[in-house]
């Protein structure tokens, strides 16, 4: 962590910058993120923004202070974008894209959970949020990255991953291989259905929510996703990280479960916010607990196949581990799709 070049950024946001300090959050996988402390309180949140992902960046924080004028509720507490001192979003220093984001605090957040309130707490905030922005047009928002959470797309990465990978990958990674290829049409009816397209945050890991001290929900962070999407892209995202019990690159796969009473109080949370989902839309909220899990197994394989460039990686094969991790869900979601659909059409049909 280079302290002067923080300080240096720092220095362009209208904040106060006396008798600072920095930590690093190492849970993301794509952007830097720093929490900045005054006199020792923790503050603001600092972050760099991996601008090959997010490649456009003006786009970006329109979306974001966007949704952030909707975002207000007295159930429902967000982040506040700070101003440059020149009155802009973020700055570019050093060819680096820096924002700075204000910290609630007393908030925390959590990688996994086995606690009922928090499964619950987690479906209310990801509601809420579908709540307040369902009058917005989706036409207002920039696809901040292209085909995000569009399988079809990642599945033509992945073809290619495979031809041009070494031979001694694909060998080690040969079961999550055939796996992938076993399932890749099995959601083709998902991309057909006449699903209902909404401003989604598109990113809703258990992770990208904060509590507080009483674990009662916050709000939604990690913003920069927040653009056109189907509800079952964050229904599915959140029931992959909160129902598994386990975190996302476990290694030992006997430790991934598939935790129907979390789930269905995770449902009950999303439905103590109202009618908002078409019968139509309802029907496919099954498959998308499959479905999300699946895709970002897919996306983990072929990062790994082509030598861990999207992703940050602490070892050679973390993203193995993901893969690993996250087909395992998948396939225990695949087979109690009955007692997800029942539970699922109890609570909000």
Not at 14 to 31: A, P, R, V
Not at 92 to 111: C, M, P, Q
Not at 219 to 239: K, P, R, S
């Amino acid at each position: 962590m280079n302290t002067s070049l923080l300080n240096d950024v720092i220095s362009e946001f209208d904040i106060d910058d006396t008798n600072l300090s920095f930590s690093e959050i190492s849970q993301g996988y794509i952007n830097d993120t720093f929490l900045v402390h005054i006199n020792d309180s923790p503050k603001y949140i600092l972050q760099r923004i991996n601008a090959k992902v997010f490649k456009n960046v003006e786009g970006l924080h329109s979306n974001v202070e966007r949704a952030l004028k909707k975002l207000r509720a007295h159930d429902y507490q967000s982040v506040e974008l700070i101003p440059t001192k020149t009155d802009k979003p973020y700055i570019i220093h050093k060819d680096s894209v820096w924002r700075i984001l204000t910290f609630i605090e007393g908030s925390t957040a959590y990688n996994i959970t086995s606690n009922p309130k928090i499964a619950f707490e987690a479906g209310r905030i990801i509601g809420r949020f579908h709540q307040l922005l369902k009058n917005e047009s989706t036409t207002n928002y920039t696809e901040t990255v292209k085909n995000l959470n569009y399988l079809p797309f990642r599945i033509e990465e992945f073809k290619e991953a495979l031809t041009n990978t070494e031979t001694q990958l694909k060998e080690i990674a040969k079961t999550e291989i055939d796996f992938a290829t076993k399932h890749l049409h099995d959601f083709n009816s998902f991309y057909k259905a006449a699903l209902t397209k909404r401003v989604c945050h598109n990113d809703t890991k258990l992770n990208n929510l904060l509590f507080d001290s009483n674990d009662n929900g916050l709000c939604l962070i990690d913003l920069d996703t927040i653009m056109e999407g189907y509800f079952h892209y964050d229904f599915g995202d959140a029931v992959r990280t909160i129902v598994s019990e386990a975190n996302e690159d476990e290694k030992e796969v006997s430790k991934i479960g598939c935790n129907l009473e979390l789930f269905e109080t995770f449902l009950k949370g999303i439905h103590s916010n109202g009618s908002f989902l078409s019968t139509n839309d309802i029907e496919y909220l099954p498959i998308s607990c499959v479905l999300m899990p699946f895709m970002h197994g897919l996306r983990a394989l072929t990062d790994f196949l082509n030598g861990n460039i999207h992703y940050k990686v602490s070892y050679p094969e973390q993203n193995l581990d993901r893969c690993r991790s996250l087909f395992q869900f998948a396939k225990l979601a695949l087979e109690k799709q009955p007692e997800i659909k029942k539970i699922i059409n109890e609570h909000l049909n």
